[in-house]
């Protein structure tokens, strides 16, 4: 029988405890362990004592760095050279579904290494973290206690991460799958050498880059470094005269391909050796931004029509430097059109690089290799006609890098100095002999469209002449003046060493011009962080436009092993380095607890929250200190977006202003939200340890406590923050953490009994997020004016719901008749004796405002209601909760909201706008944004409560406005004199609309409505622009939250 021989790659010394009972109870078998990299925290000496206890000793140290082990390169003839010397029948590699990069990164490296080199068995290990695809248990209970005495020799290590629980508990609970009391589980596979894709949950991307320049093309390989979509191997095609150094660019999996002076062999070549799912291609003088393979792919891999996926892409003029920097002098065009195969018939308006395909499209479909130049365009054309599905991303997500000598590069003058121009005539006369008479339609409807608008414009330009040629000449004037800022911009960011000139460095200058004090602390509390994303979260802390910062960690006790060396490696960050307070916990003590330490470590005037895995905006502190050099405030909070686990965006959501009363339902404001310290140490230095969970809406409710105004409060309306929805993540799902939700209830009652109401209680919004909250109000006596007409059936519900269903103690009612009808005045006639009721008649021209106005004067009750006679009651307590609102501090008018008698929403609020002057909310809005009281710029005179000393105040309903507007003008009268409006949303009835007035469809009716929106217009004007309306604009109803 052949010895058995396994060889071990450990990424790291202490990554042999995953598999070291398995390895113990191999003492027969020959046992070879290479250790990748160095840590810094583990001693050779202390790896080797451990292994001993296993009985090993034949142990090599590579030294690669920690943390950046290569995926190609030396590391590759190493890995082979090790196989060669020892001949292994078992491989153990950690397992390919580990989270931890260097992990990855090694398994991967080795299988790429070995391909065809070796055949045998392959033990996938865990290393700290039950993974869940194993298929394979090795019973360790007699060899526990030799792993035991192994993973206590990390001496050094034990006082960060608590080795010993961690193997004790892993080998607990795979020896229940096993039925021993301790095991170790592997992914077993019989290998025969051939290429397999371990990492199928996510497809590989083929980069074909096709180069023969290093100097253009280490700025193409950083920005593929940059991806953050990491799966994908890049199959270099190289046709220069040496081959290039990539010892720069060993992180990446990269094979170098020899290629020849022919742009479309190379590409062709790099084809032949791509493995991947889809294909991409990147020429050495472009570049691809960040999430550029990540937003295609997400667009391309759950649509199994679509064949190509190409997004926008910046055509930027660029020149060479010295010390290999690039200059960007300016953007010449943007690329970012969508898909129309016309417009492909007549020129290429997609460059090679903004493309990713399926690999299936290139089974039948090659670059053509007799030309030299277009064979992009030819190649789509050809693609086009055999029906393969294009899709647009609406999305800039790479550059096209025009390099030349010229002040204005052009691409005719680029392709004409290069000799393409030439081909050109070769291209049409191919796609000639393909084109059917449906081209000729395509093409003839583009022609026709552009005709079209040109004549449009002709005619608009004819019309428009004489009175735009002052305004031209102005335009003009200023353009020079841009023209002449926008060089001397870029010269000043090339003098600053800012290599690019967009608006990235403009904000840096913009940053640089601000006071440089220390203007905010950046509290940041983290536990067991998934690297990758805690990575990102630092990252967008340290690439900020404004420096005027500093970031407070607090380690909540992190027994994770890969966010532990994450945060110890921010101590030699040379820019993180000089501005980090840096505090570890002895035991974990949760969020509260966390943030509360990094909040005692900051010294900056203002306090700026950030959650972990979430990313701020490059130009997000910039934005808040310019804000912060107009006004002194106490509290700014900014627009956020939502992303997936991957970084894509989910949705953006536009947030309103100051809302107390909708933060009475809702924490609509949440992240990025920024405190002065000053106020925070009024409120006990931090959050409070009671609700924890809920802290973040309990720090704005005890601001609110604190008696902040709106003066005070800074909306950016700008999504600065990026939150990240994970798996359980709250991000993603308000009800993903029910513990935090039931903390945020205990905060709302704690805060609502602070304010004096009683009996308050509290339950989860059942139809959208947020809460319902009630309390007991005074109930003091209400005036119910109803004017009425000619709506005999509607009155008599309208009472009857009133008079026999509402269960209100203390009302009267005032019925302003107007030109009454007879049977009205007959039926009126018969309420003259009715206690509670009055009748007031007016017998003029129908004036709302007047008509209220009069009812209000013949009452006295301190609160009054506006009630039209078309709504009916389907609630007795109705009442009682509209009132509640009104008792709140600072709150002018209380409005409910309104159905159909088909139960369609038709009043959910009122949106103002300086043009159009209002309109009804009639929709809930995507993900419910609306379906929660809150705060509106106006309510709906159809039933609208308020105060009478509010209504005196502003001297009620202006009776310019008979019929139009009224009530959005008492609304916005409120509003003006520092009073809030609310709608809410747990008051429902039924409204039938237009039986008070009838439609407005007669010349008249629409004449008198254009005189009133003038009117509003005049009186109002910017007053009326929307400061209530939250939207979320959504980009992918199919959320990706895992990896992708």
Known sequence: MTKQTFLVFAPHPEDILGCAGSLAKQRTASIHVVVISENPKVSQQDCLTGLAHLG???????????????????????????VQDIQPTHILLPHPQESQADHLRVTRGFLNALEGQWQGQLLFYETLQPLPVVNYFVDITTEFGAKLLAAQTYASQLKEFDYVNHVQTLAR?????????????????????????????????????????????????NSLIAQAYEQFEVILVWFGEQPPSLKDFEVLDIRLIPGKPSRTFNLNEGL????????????????????HLASLLSEIHGHSQTDIVYSGCKTVACQKKIHNRI????????????????????????????????????????????????EDWELLTRLSFSHFTFTHLDEITCEYRIFSNTENPSYSQIHQDKGYLAHRQRIIAKLLKQIEVSHFEQIAE?????STQH????????????????QIQRLNQQVAQYQGVEQLIVQACTDMGLEVAGRQAIAQVIGRALPQQTLFSIVLPVYNTDPTLLSQTLLSVRNQAYSGWELCIVDDASDREETQHILQALQHDPVIAERLHYQRRETRGGIVAATNDAIKMATAPYIAFLDHDDRLHTEALLTLGLKLQQHDYTLLYTDSRMIDH??????????????????????????????????????????????????????????????????????????????????????????????????AMAALKNHLEARGLENVSIRANPKAAGCIAHWDSPLEPIDIIIPTHSNLNGLKTCLSGLLQQTDYPQFNIIIVANRCIEPIREYLETLQNQPHIKIQVNDNEFNWSTLNNQGVVAGENPLLLFLNDDVEITNAAWLRNLSRYIYLEGVGAVGATLFYPNRQLQHNGIETHPEWIARNIDEWGEKKPLRVTRNVSAVTGACLLTRRSHWEQIGGFDEQLTVYYNDVDYCLGLRSQGLRIVQANDVELIHQEKATYGNHDSPEKKALSHKEINIMREKWGEFLTERYMPRYDVKAHRTRILHV
């Not at 200059?327 to 690329?335: D, G, L, P, T």
């Not at 449009?456 to 002052?470: D, V």
Request: glycine letters at 6%; hydrophobic letters at 40%.
């Open 56 to 82: 090993i000793d034949n142990v090599q140290f590579w030294d690669y760095p920690h943390s950046a082990i290569p995926l190609s390169g030396p590391i590759g003839q190493d890995y082979r050279r090790v």
């Open 173 to 221: 609970l795979r020896g229940l799958h096993a039925k021993t009391a301790g095991a170790e589980a592997f992914l077993r596979y019989e290998w025969e050498g051939t290429y397999q894709h371990f990492f199928e949950n996510r497809p590989l991307i083929s980069v074909i880059v096709r180069a023969n320049d290093i100097d253009y093309l280490q700025h193409a390989l």
């Open 272 to 291: 032949r050796h791509a493995r991947g799912e889809y294909i991409a291609f990147l020429d050495q003088d472009d570049i691809l931004y960040p999430q």
């Open 327 to 374: 200059k960007v002098n300016k953007v010449i065009e943007v690329m970012n059109h969508p898909w129309n195969q016309g417009r492909l018939l007549i020129g290429n308006f997609i460059p090679l690089h903004a493309l990713l395909f399926r690999a299936a499209v290139f089974h039948a479909h090659q670059f053509d290799e007799t030309l030299d130049a277009y």
């Open 446 to 450: 583009i022609v026709n469209d552009l």
């Open 455 to 470: 004549s449009q414009l002709s005619q608009r330009s004819t019309e428009q002449n004489k009175q735009q040629q002052a």
């Open 646 to 743: 991957s970084g894509q965006l989910m949705h953006t959501y536009h947030k309103t202003d100051w809302a107390p009363e909708t933060l009475l339902h809702l924490n609509h404001i949440n992240h990025l939200t920024v405190v002065k310290r000053e106020t925070l140490n009024q409120l006990g230095g931090g959050f409070r340890p009671d609700f924890d969970g809920g802290q973040d809406w309990d720090l704005l409710l005890e601001l609110l406590r604190l008696g902040i105004t709106e003066e005070q409060v800074c909306h950016v309306a700008e999504p600065l923050y990026d939150w990240r929805a994970t798996e359980g993540s709250l991000a993603y799902k308000t009800n993903s953490k029910s513990w935090t939700f039931k903390a």
